[in-house]
DNA sequence: CGTGTGACACGTA
DNA sequence: TTACGTGCCACAC
């Protein structure tokens, strides 16, 4: 088949690794596109992004933060209230400390090889 | 096949 | 610390 990988399988390893992350933890889009990176799939920081506003409802989409901690820029308010409750760490500023809060990310599969 | 766009990353000022 | 420019990958026109 084409080695073209469809941006729904895509989408499915991406909204799998935000789902491994668990409550009072985050990750970042480049974290996330780096092990789909290594597992074999194209894609970057702005295409996890792309995956996650069309299908980040599913998952909790507010764990997968910017490089530097700020909040997704879809709904931060709202960001912010969900990772208060889940005690996740944070900055005086208002945004994630990656340095406590950064999950480690299972290893990704390769769609075919 | 060029151009614009996006829930990004990073170096430099 | 914030602001701006450049690089990045995939996709819609």
Do not use: F, K, N, S
């Not at 409550?23 to 889009?29: K, L, Q, V």
């Not at 995956?51 to 909790?60: D, E, L, Q, T």
């Not at 989409?61 to 889940?86: I, N, Y």
Request: hydrophobic residues 45%.
């Amino acid at each position: 088949m084409p080695h073209v990988v469809l941006v729904a399988d895509y989408a499915e390893a991406v909204l799998g690794l935000v789902d491994a992350v668990g409550p009072g933890r985050a990750t970042t889009y480049g974290d996330v596109a780096e092990v789909l990176r290594d597992a074999g799939w194209g894609g970057g920081p702005r295409t996890v992004g792309a995956v996650m506003a069309r299908h980040g409802g599913a998952v909790a989409w507010w764990r997968v933060v910017r490089a530097d901690g700020a909040m997704p820029l879809c709904d931060p308010a709202e960001a912010l209230a969900r990772h208060r409750c889940e005690g996740t760490a944070l900055t005086r500023g208002g945004r994630i400390d990656l340095r406590l809060a950064r999950a480690d990310l299972p290893v990704a599969r390769c769609p075919r090889r």
